[in-house]
């Protein structure tokens, strides 16, 4: 190990080999769970528990175990780990249905590749251990393995979308994961070995190394600290660099954990509010895991860019804003905004805990604590947040917690940065802290709620000028961190009472979504909405018995198709994707139609009569069936089906395995003789239409496409909407048959050309419009 170069490399292909495996893994067992969040949230679990146990073993091997047995212990292990190789995931015939899904998942991950995530997960605070068993190499230095891990983390993130995706099918990358995880097993194996058998390893572990060199030769501020650096002794205080870092003695276990718990929660947070805000379209949850990892980097590199000073002194701005950016409708601008206030929040917060860091003989107790923190804040964020919560409230309070964290100014007599909990005030200062934050959330409400609604630009001015009042105010409190965080809250208040888009009737959160159903502005009109995608209309004032609108109106593609002869002589239709039940209003006495839908709470939304009646005043028969619509459907008999349409996509958030060649052959498989199979096309990110021709090409069946024709303003404001639809069918004349009379509103051929996706390949990234 005393190559400080190796070392590095080893972390970084450590975490290059970790984060390259979880797209893959989530992938595989895509088809078999259904719904992402299922898939996402049981492999989110497995990682970050198996991450934790990983930082355990490195505590306890390192701590318990004497260092001439530590090598051998290790390579035992890493040796084990090759067994389990090369990766390869039978999911079978997919979970049991009496057994959890996420108990499924985690029994198939351990048993599937346990140790080998085990072993990459320790290797960091190992590397560390014994490079500074070795001796020599400067604190700073040490750390920046915990940098050079997350480098390789961002290089996977980066890599698998752009590099690994478009090109290999899962078996192969799962196969190139397996070469890459034995070569770097082989090389820690060499090294363990080689750093045994080094003549001065005995008078090391003996105590003969020299001291840990921690920071009695400081590097040279920044250029960006010293140019700025009268700035920033106004903001957080005179600079003393190196005169408040941890010592030996005093290790804040429980401050490390907020320090990482509360980060990692903003990152699931802020990609739930996004995905949320705007359509879901692929690799969405990129941006913020990317800062998440950079945010590590630029703190414990040996001299971050940043300065930390610095990063203290802007946090506060971006964080009193974000509560105006949460609820005020600014796109793809304000989505960035939240991005950029998450970056500077991480870097605040992972500064501090970098600052508190202790010396490298304490370091894998550090990254036990650490990982212990993240695993808590995903947990609480997968498991606990969807519980409790009916929106997405996790978010926002993490924010607040953040603002909570941030340290007390330096100290003039000392010049050490306390932290919140070691600081000692009369208690007349505190209750301010809580009266004042307070008086400004009532006073905020109070005024917001009392101004008259006008329908017009002035409404958005007068909430917004006096939202910018309220954060001019919690930022004044910057320098008091309890009165900052809860004046903080007291604006995120205001912003949630100013900025209602529509009269919301019922809010609901379910694994899968958070869904309301709201009433459009000066209309009877329910909608049922998912982020920015609306999934379903009714308009109340009217009969059950009038036609629907949105993208189901008559005079829609899938209107007048559904008015055809062959319709009209269909017996039983299947849906994947029940929305509000509207196309049940097509149904006919003597015909049937099959919801199959994965959200328990679009179904109980759906049969309330409170607010959709079309399932309920149905002139046929219509029942629901619960779980993922392709799964469910293997369980329906053969040529059972005289139209399947297809129309499961979640704000615009693409399922993939309901869209791939051998999901389409199971549709194919379902139709009776003369059958067609529909799907809604619809999106703004990706070219689904040229990934369904090409599907249907490659299995030879006939296909057409719907060209998107605007609405006029008449028709827009009878709540009819645009939707893209392609058909396929086994002959040809099947499927003229199913759009007679309405040829001219469906191509036979287009110019676009897309991958085939499959179940073991999907080049997603070469789907997208730019």
Known sequence: MSNSGAARGMAFAGGLLVFLVQPVVARTILPWLGGSAQV???????????????????????????????????????????????????????????????VWILVLLTDTMGLPFLVLSATTPLLQHWCHRDGGYPVSTLYSLYAASNAGAIAALVGYPLLVE??????????????????????????????????????????????????????????????????????????????????????????????????????????????????????????????????????????????????????????????????????????????????????????ELARLRPPSSFSCEYYLWIA?????????????????????????????????????????????????????EPWSDTLLDLLVPTSLAISTVALILALPRLGDDRDFVARTSILLFAAAVAHYFRGRPLRFGLSVAGVLAGSFAAFPIEQTLVLTRSDYAVSRVVRQAGTQRNLLVHGMTIHGAQDRSKTSGDPPSLYYFPESPIGRLMTTDAAKQARRFGVLGLGVGTLAWYVRPHQSMRFFEIDPMV?????????????????????????????????????????????????????????????????????????????NTSNRHLRLPAVVRATARDLGLPVRIT?????????????????????????GEDLDRWIAGSRQYWMADGQERAPVWRDNYANILAAIQF
């Open 40 to 102: 996402w949230n049981g492999c989110t679990v497995f990682f970050q528990v198996t991450l934790l146990l990983g930082y355990l073993y490195a505590y306890l091997l390192s701590s318990r175990v004497p260092d001439r047995l530590q090598p051998f212990i290790h390579s035992l292990l890493v040796g084990l780990s090759l067994l389990q190789l090369p990766l390869r995931i039978e999911v079978g015939s997919g979970p049991p249905t009496s057994h959890s899904p996420l």
């Open 166 to 351: 478009p090109y290999l099918s899962l078996k192969a990358q799962a196969g190139l994961w397996s070469v890459g995880y034995s070569l770097l097993a082989l090389l820690m194996i060499a090294s363990v070995i080689s750093l045994h058998r080094r003549p001065d390893m005995d008078s090391r572990a003996e105590g003969a190394r020299p001291p840990d060199p921690e920071s009695s030769d400081p590097l040279p501020p920044s250029f960006l600290e010293t140019a700025l650096g009268p700035f920033l002794d106004v903001c957080v205080g005179p600079s003393h660099a190196h005169a408040d870092r941890s010592g030996t003695s005093s290790r804040p276990r429980g401050l490390w954990i907020l320090l990482s718990l509360v980060p990692a929660s903003l990152m699931l947070g802020v990609t739930s509010h996004i995905t949320n805000e705007i359509p879901s379209f692929p690799l969405v949850w990129i941006a913020p895991l990317f800062l998440y990892l950079l945010s590590f980097i630029l703190v414990f590199v040996p001299r971050p860019p940043l300065p930390h000073r610095l990063i203290l002194a802007i946090q506060p701005f971006f964080v009193s804003l974000l509560g105006i950016a949460m609820f005020v409708p600014l796109q793809i601008a304000g989505l960035a905004y939240h991005l950029v206030a998450f970056f500077i929040t991480a870097l605040a917060l992972h500064g």
């Open 372 to 424: 212990l923190g993240g695993s808590l804040g995903g947990l609480f964020n997968t498991l606990v947040a969807p519980h409790i919560f009916p929106c997405v409230v996790e978010y926002p309070l993490a924010v607040v917690v953040a603002c909570l964290l941030r340290p007390l100014p330096c100290s003039p007599e000392s010049g050490v940065r306390s932290p919140n909990w070691k600081r000692s």
């Open 603 to 679: 179904r109980d939304l759906a049969t309330d009569q409170r607010y959709f009646s079309f399932l309920s005043s149905a002139r046929g028969s219509v029942d629901i069936v619960l779980g993922d619509g392709r799964l469910s459907l293997t369980r329906e008999p053969d040529l059972s089906f005289d139209l399947i349409v297809a129309d499961a996509f979640s704000s615009d958030a693409v399922p993939v395995h309901l869209i791939t060649r051998e999901a389409v052959e199971l549709y194919v498989r379902k139709l009776a003789p003369g059958g067609a199979l529909l799907f």
């Open 707 to 731: 060209p998107v024709c605007p609405l006029s303003q008449q028709e827009e404001s009878e709540g009819k909407a645009v939707a893209t639809w392609a058909i396929l069918a086994r002959r």
